[in-house]
């Protein structure tokens, strides 16, 4: 059973920069897709970043420019690098993945909470002025 462990969150100063990681264990395959979602106080669970492994990546509007999502496959884990962080990027941060690909999909799909059936635990963000 697939299990993912987020850490790396904490509390920056406007601008600052912060990295996230995902550790992924239980599983010797290698996934299809990995997202990172965050949910703000009072607010939907909304997708930041994704990544088709060894394919594609998308972005929240919103963190164009600013993020960037990796994955080493050798340490089985994802990364989110945060940079220029602004106050509205607080937020709990949750890792997912999905194992396989559907048979046909839209691109926006990648950061559709439905998309994905496995979960971490979350690590809060805290950007303060």
């Known amino acids: 059973q697939v299990q993912l462990v987020e850490s790396g969150g904490g509390s920056v100063q406007s601008g600052g920069s912060l990295r996230l990681s995902c550790v992924d264990s239980?599983?010797?395959?290698?996934?299809?897709?990995m997202a990172w979602f965050r949910q703000a106080a009072g607010k939907e669970r909304e997708g930041v970043a994704a990544l088709v492994i060894g394919g594609q990546s998308v972005y929240l509007d919103s963190v164009k420019g600013r993020f960037t999502v990796s994955r080493d496959n050798a340490k089985h884990t994802l990364y989110l690098h945060m940079n220029s962080l602004k106050p509205k990027d607080t937020a709990v941060y949750f890792c997912?993945?999905?194992?396989?690909?559907?048979?046909?999909?839209?691109?926006?799909?990648?950061?559709?909470?439905?998309?994905?059936?496995?979960w971490g635990q979350g690590t809060q963000v805290t950007v303060s002025t």
């Open positions: 239980g599983s010797t395959n290698t996934p299809y897709a």
């Open positions: 997912a993945e999905r194992s396989s690909a559907p048979p046909y999909y839209h691109t926006p799909a990648l950061l559709l909470r439905s998309w994905y059936p496995t």
